[in-house]
């Protein structure tokens, strides 16, 4: 689907560009996993294209010009948002990466960066679903079709609700980690995501804010 023009918000004029020579920070973050990707530099032409394009672009110091991430690798960032923090003067970036975004193959720049980690393990078992490599446990619960899917997850189910009540607190967490693991296998198998199940979430929460 081809890039919507976007053009630049209200709040772009208000930015403090005239804090650090036309330049501010701007920290981009994975939109599905939260984790930290990269901090950049954009200066107005960037933050232009960013919107204008759909891919993240930065102002690079050492060449003096415009950068679009991955233009060399292809490793690209789609962009998702960009906002301002309280002070005008950085942005903070959401984006999906193309490939990984640290030029050491690392999926982040900063190689201790924490991320979701149940989103994480979503797009494992989405890979799992697709590819079906053999000897895989996620690929033997798909094989085994959608009533032993929701047979084991039932049973994981009961599991954890017995440790909360007989045993110990290490006993529950893995349990419960058991129970969210065949939870998103079961999800996928109905074609649907964890992404749907939070999307649901957000739409209670804001239903309960009004």
């Known amino acids: 689907m081809p890039h919507e023009i976007r053009t630049a918000p209200a709040w772009v004029e208000s930015l403090a560009w005239d804090k650090q020579a036309g330049l501010l920070p701007a920290i981009v973050q994975d939109a599905d996993t939260l984790r930290v990707l990269m901090l950049g530099y954009m200066d107005r032409a960037a933050l232009d294209a960013t919107l204008a394009t759909g891919l993240v672009t930065f102002h690079s110091r050492s060449r003096q010009r415009l950068w679009v991430k991955g233009e060399t690798s292809?490793?690209?960032?789609?962009?998702?948002?960009?906002?301002?923090?309280?002070?005008?003067?950085?942005?903070?970036?959401?984006?999906?990466?193309?490939?990984?975004?640290?030029?050491?193959?690392?999926?982040?720049?900063?190689?201790?960066?924490?991320?979701?980690?149940?989103?994480?393990?979503?797009?494992?078992?989405?890979?799992?679903?697709?590819?079906?490599?053999?000897d895989s446990y996620t690929t033997r619960l798909f094989d085994a079709g959608i009533r032993a899917i929701a047979q084991k997850v039932g049973e994981e189910g009961v599991e954890t609700a017995l440790a909360a009540v007989a045993q110990d607190d290490d006993a529950l967490a893995g349990e419960a980690a058991d129970l969210l693991y065949h939870l998103l296998v079961l999800l996928r198998a109905r074609g649907l995501s964890l992404s749907d199940a939070t999307e649901v979430l957000r739409q209670r929460d804001r239903q309960a804010g009004t």
Request: proline share 10%; glycine share 6%.
């Open 74 to 134: 292809g490793n690209t960032l789609a962009l998702v948002a960009v906002e301002p923090d309280c002070d005008a003067d950085s942005l903070l970036v959401t984006a999906r990466p193309r490939g990984p975004t640290c030029h050491l193959g690392r999926t982040s720049c900063f190689a201790l960066s924490p991320a979701d980690v149940l989103v994480e393990l979503d797009g494992l078992v989405a890979n799992r679903e697709r590819c079906r490599p053999p």
